[in-house]
């Protein structure tokens, strides 16, 4: 199934527009929203894949709509209802000017300025011990599943691109055993296991469409993506 978000190779989006990439922020707003989406985390009310894959919920019209930070705003509004952060009246600027200075639940969890530089400098890493052991090496040569192979729910989060599914490549690093985007982002469990940075063709992937054929693509795959190549 085509997902919204999930737009590599595919036709009829029109062109890419071009972003001054040296700026980082193109009005003031856009740096309230990553602050905001920052402070919103440290609650510790949802992980970092539930907030992708809320992103990935919007409404098609308004995801295709959106500008980036629209569509981080958006998806941080939802999460917020979603958790019980706040309520829809809450949203309402009234309603927050009459709440006037009552400490909220969840106040003493605020992230505050001095507390920012070692929170970023910690990050968030998804690194585990736990897990299983890996089965590739690398060199060897692996085939991604045609589907999503952990469907928590239908259509749920996953990061194996559809432009990528169902194709060839070969293992060119291991990275060690990382949360499971797939399971985190439903709450159903971090479910560590083994990653690799996987190397495919430019041609596997877009066929006749490649731009040249001695083009490669490298992407970080979970080892439960990924099936060994019979012969």
Not at 27 to 42: I, R, Y
Request: charge should be negative.
């Amino acid at each position: 199934m085509s997902r919204i978000h999930d737009m590599g190779g595919r036709q009829g989006d029109g062109p890419v527009p071009e972003i001054d990439m040296e700026e980082l922020f193109h009005a003031d707003w856009e740096k309230q929203t990553l602050a905001l989406n920052l402070a919103a985390g440290a609650l510790g009310k949802w992980n970092i894949d539930a907030s992708r894959h809320s992103r990935e919920l919007l409404a098609p019209k308004d995801y295709a709509a959106f500008s980036y930070f629209e569509k981080w705003v958006s998806a941080l509004t939802d999460l917020l209802v979603q958790t019980e952060c706040l309520s829809e009246d809450d949203l309402n600027q009234q309603a927050l000017r009459a709440a006037g200075t009552t400490p909220a639940a969840l106040s003493a969890k605020t992230l505050r300025a001095e507390n920012v530089a070692a929170a970023m400098s910690k990050g968030g890493p998804s690194l585990r011990e736990s897990g299983p052991a890996p089965l590739y090496s690398v060199g060897d040569q692996v085939m991604t599943h045609s589907h999503n192979p952990n469907p928590v729910v239908p259509g749920g989060h996953t990061r194996l691109p559809q432009y990528a599914m169902g194709r060839v490549g070969r293992i060119v690093q291991r990275h060690g055993n990382h949360v499971l985007p797939d399971t985190n982002a439903h709450f159903a469990g971090e479910n560590p296991e083994p990653l690799y940075a996987v190397e495919f063709d430019a041609k596997t992937l877009w066929g006749s469409a490649a731009e040249d054929n001695a083009d490669t693509m490298v992407l970080d795959l979970w080892q439960s993506y990924l099936k060994p190549v019979t012969t």
